[in-house]
């Protein structure tokens, strides 16, 4: 029998519900977490878009910042998109200079790296580990990863055109052991491969 792993996804702020459809259609159980004792009992842990500043407080003021650290630097699985990302990374730039870090992965990430003028836009990425072709990606005043550590492996970066200016070649996926992060929102466009790349990661 395929064991179906509960992944927790942080609702503190920002598109828990999508992310949680997305892992129930991917395999899992989905569960909302905001408590120390929620997060104790989940396979792996989902933290969403939104603003990472904003989850960054929250996740004081609810008392997660530790339990989470300590679970992640443990090995727990994770999966950080856009906001989480940010909050995944060992540092990030134009941050707040009370941001805290969960530091699950060894990257610098630049916050809003796209630019003012471009808010959002969408990108057809070739992402290593998915079957099926390109995995079409929604950017929303996104990060980009500038600098990876080792252990890290990049996934997906922006394609190279002439339209993509100063984005071409920059990473936007990656993974270290069992921690993830896209720089955009597959929880927003149907397509559910990585969410089941996750939840194989949180089946262990
Ligand atoms: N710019 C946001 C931040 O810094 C992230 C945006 C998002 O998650 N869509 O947290």
Redesign the pocket.
């Known amino acids: 029998m395929v064991v179906r792993p509960v992944v927790g996804v942080l609702a503190l702020q ?1 598109d828990v519900r999508e992310h949680a459809a997305m892992l129930e259609r991917a395999g899992a159980r989905a569960v909302p977490v905001r408590r120390p004792g929620e997060l104790s009992e989940v396979d792996g842990l989902v933290l969403p ?5 904003t989850m960054s407080r929250l996740l004081e003021s609810f008392e997660l910042l530790e339990p989470l650290r300590e679970r992640i630097a443990a090995g727990m699985p994770a999966f950080g998109s ?2 989480g990302m ?1 909050l995944l990374a060992k540092q990030a730039l134009d941050g707040r200079p009370d941001q805290q870090q969960l530091g699950g992965l060894d990257v610098v990430v630049r ?2 790296a796209f630019g003012r003028q471009v808010d959002s836009f969408e990108e057809d990425l070739d992402f290593t580990g998915l079957e099926g072709g390109p995995l079409h990606a929604v950017f ?4 980009w990863v500038e600098k990876v550590g080792d252990e890290v492996e990049v996934l997906a970066r922006v394609p190279e055109t002439p339209a993509a200016g100063a984005a071409a070649a920059r990473i936007v996926a990656v993974r270290q052991g069992p921690v993830l992060a896209t720089a955009f ?1 597959p929880e927003l466009t149907g397509d559910e491969r990585v969410h089941r790349l996750f939840v194989d990661l949180a089946r262990g």
């Not at 878009?49 to 500043?53: D, F, I, K, L, R």
């Not at 929303?140 to 990060?143: Q, S």
């Open positions: 920002g878009g939104g603003e990472s500043t856009c906001a940010i916050r809003n929303i005043r996104a990060p929102h």
